[in-house]
């Protein structure tokens, strides 16, 4: 085209600026997707319509969440939803609680979910929801109140085959059951798929709780297959303590590598003897059970160290697996980590690498697994939990795993075929955009323009 021209995609990417000026992570987020796909809009130029309404949400809910804590005080927070594009499928996506929730982190994880969700394989759109509410330090009964208050208004808006609810930061098996209860209460019907991530004894999966972790270090092992390498004998530093944190350390254990790291957001432990099965037993009870600060680490194991305050990149390490948020790996922390001879990066989280951290490892050629592909493991045994759901049965816990490591190896090949397709081999971030836009726009072309 023309130089004097703007090119459609960055029409598009100046009308998001525009509408919505202070929505620093969702501009973050479609800024690299939109990049991905600018040489399939020009291969194709009629896929610019379809780019003009898939970054725009197709509903966005937004309420108030009264609920009374412990000392009989009216508080107040705020609900989300965003239903994001259902082109092939419900929405699907976790909820979130944690302080720091607004409509920008909202929009930009329901954006990423809708190509995370696609390139599953499986017949889930893009959504996301949550709260600014902090669990931190609150009673059970306060988060029991929290969530039946947060579900009188979302019952109204979710359904198996409308919007199926999950966990992510601060929404893991208490406040799921919590949720599902509140649901079946208002709808007097026991709608198993209308949330997943549940208990076992309400229509919840097998596998799910260890899916996105498992699934990342599976992913983490594909990208070192293809390279004749593996995790065997790598020391692996991890941050986050949570839910993906843990059973990534776990499945990289028995992969036979060495996790020396974990973090909460007050500061991470290292441990160079390695956090094995045992001490991992400690982290979860720590953190699952007693919710507890990942520095009682060092009281029990003393030849560990505490860094109050940092993060766990400057540690040398062959692979490091961001899990606890998103931004957190900066231009430094990635510079650190090049410098450090770090091989390759997946990341659990979402979004956990800056653009300027990104650039750095595709500059010196450290394997990055990108949130959308490396952590799609959750989301996609999610998919399953809704299958059983529907068909009144359980798999066992064999065949959910073996599902999601087909899963995961399959979106490590589409990602790979689809960035060779754009000419940028190796470049799985490119490839995991391209391929899980690709099938949503086929879908909403097919669907005329609604
Ligand atoms: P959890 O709530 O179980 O754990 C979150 C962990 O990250 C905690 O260790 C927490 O520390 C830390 N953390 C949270 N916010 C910050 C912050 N602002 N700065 C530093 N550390 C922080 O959540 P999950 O493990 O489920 O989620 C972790 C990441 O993985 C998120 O990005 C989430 O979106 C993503 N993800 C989760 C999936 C799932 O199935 N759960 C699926 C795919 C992605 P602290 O205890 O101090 O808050
Ligand atoms: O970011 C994610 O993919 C999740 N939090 C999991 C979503 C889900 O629906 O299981």
């Known amino acids: 085209m023309p130089s004097t021209m703007t090119h459609p995609i960055d029409r598009i990417y100046q009308t998001i600026l525009k509408r919505d000026p202070d929505q620093l992570e969702f501009h973050q987020a479609t800024y690299e997707v939109l990049t991905s796909l600018k040489p399939l809009v020009d291969q194709e130029p009629k896929l610019s319509e379809v780019v003009d309404r898939l970054v725009e949400p197709e509903r966005v809910i937004m309420f108030r969440v009264p609920w009374v804590d412990d000392k009989n005080v009216a508080q107040v927070n705020r609900g989300f939803r965003v239903q994001f594009n259902s082109a092939i499928g419900p929405y699907k996506g976790g909820l979130r609680f944690h302080p720091s929730v607004n409509l920008s982190i909202m929009k930009f994880l329901a954006f990423e979910q809708i190509f995370k ?14 709260s600014d509410f902090d669990p931190k330090g609150k009673s059970d009964g306060e988060v029991m109140r929290f969530c039946q208050s947060f579900m009188s208004e979302l019952a109204h808006h979710i359904g198996a085959d409308t919007d199926i609810p999950a966990g992510d930061i601060g929404v893991g098996g208490r406040e799921i059951g919590f949720l599902f209860g509140q649901f079946k209460r208002l709808k007097k019907v026991f709608e198993g798929g209308v949330l997943t991530g549940k208990g076992l004894s309400y229509g919840g999966s097998l596998m799910r709780p260890e899916a996105t972790g498992y699934g ?5 092992q594909e990208m070192l297959t293809a390279k004749q390498n593996s995790l065997e004998g790598k020391t692996l530093t991890v941050s986050g303590s949570g839910n993906v944190a843990q059973y990534c350390v776990e499945k990289a254990n028995q992969l036979g590598a060495k996790a020396i790291t974990m973090s909460d957001s007050s500061g991470f432990i290292m441990d160079e003897n390695g956090i094995d099965a045992q001490k991992l037993a400690f982290v979860m009870e720590l953190k699952n059970v007693k919710h507890g600060r990942i520095s009682e680490y060092v009281d029990r194991y003393k030849g560990a160290r505490y860094y109050e305050h940092k993060k766990p990149w400057a540690v040398p390490c062959d692979f490091a697996f961001p899990c606890a948020t998103q931004n957190e790996i900066d231009a430094s922390d990635a510079r650190d980590l090049v410098s450090n001879g770090c091989l390759g990066v997946a990341e659990g989280a979402n979004m956990p690498s800056t653009p300027e951290a990104i650039e ?26 809704m299958s059983q759901n529907s068909q009144r049965i359980s798999w066992t816990r064999e065949d959910v795993d073996a ?4 899963i995961m190896n399959d979106i490590y090949k589409n990602a790979s075929l689809a960035a060779e397709r754009v000419g940028k081999k190796d470049n ?3 490839g995991a955009n391209v391929a899980g836009f690709l099938k949503v726009a086929n879908a909403m072309m097919a669907q005329g323009v609604v």
């Open 117 to 130: 969700n696609s390139l599953s394989g499986l017949p889930i759109g893009g959504g996301k929801g949550g």
């Open 403 to 406: 599902r999601l490591h087909t």
């Open 216 to 220: 990342c270090a599976y992913f983490a």
């Open 360 to 385: 750095i490892f595709v500059e010196n050629k450290v394997l990055f697994g990108p949130a959308k592909a490396a952590n799609a493991g959750g989301v996609a045994t999610s998919a399953l939990e």
């Open 428 to 430: 799985l971030l490119v």
